[in-house]
């Protein structure tokens, strides 16, 4: 059973900032990939950042150079920088590991899921 643990979602106005993090077994954030993805109200799961191997990150273009995913293999945490935020970047986030390959463009693929926590971003 792989547990991920996600936490610093929250409320922020439009051009701040918040980061979030992800904490899980070493095994699994060093050697999978590891993925943010977004949900919307009503919409399907997207992939906003995936680091792999721990160190090759991909990102969605709608956050290219704005987000950062970033792992700390000290604290066992992934964590996602997300600057300059605006309203389209709300929804719940989500930590997934999955061994590889793995593609981010099928969530349902991804085996290992946190449960989430909350972006709202008001304008």
């Known amino acids: 059973q792989v547990q991920l643990v996600e936490s610093g979602g929250g409320s922020v106005q439009a051009g701040g900032s918040l980061k979030l993090s992800c904490a899980g077994p070493q095994y699994i954030l060093s050697t999978a990939c590891m993925g943010w993805f977004r949900q919307g109200p009503g919409g399907e799961r997207e992939g906003v950042a995936v680091?792999?191997?721990?160190?090759?990150?991909w990102y969605a273009d709608s956050v290219k150079g704005r987000f950062t995913i970033s792992l700390d293999n000290n604290k066992n945490t992934l964590y996602l920088q997300m600057n300059t935020l605006n309203s389209s970047d709300s929804g719940m986030y989500f930590c997934?590991?999955?061994?590889?390959?793995?593609?981010?463009?099928?969530?349902?693929?991804?085996?290992?899921w946190g449960q989430g926590t909350q972006v709202t971003v008001s304008s």
């Open positions: 997934a590991a999955e061994p590889p390959p793995c593609y981010v463009g099928q969530p349902t693929t991804w085996d290992y």
């Open positions: 680091l792999t191997g721990g160190i090759i990150p």
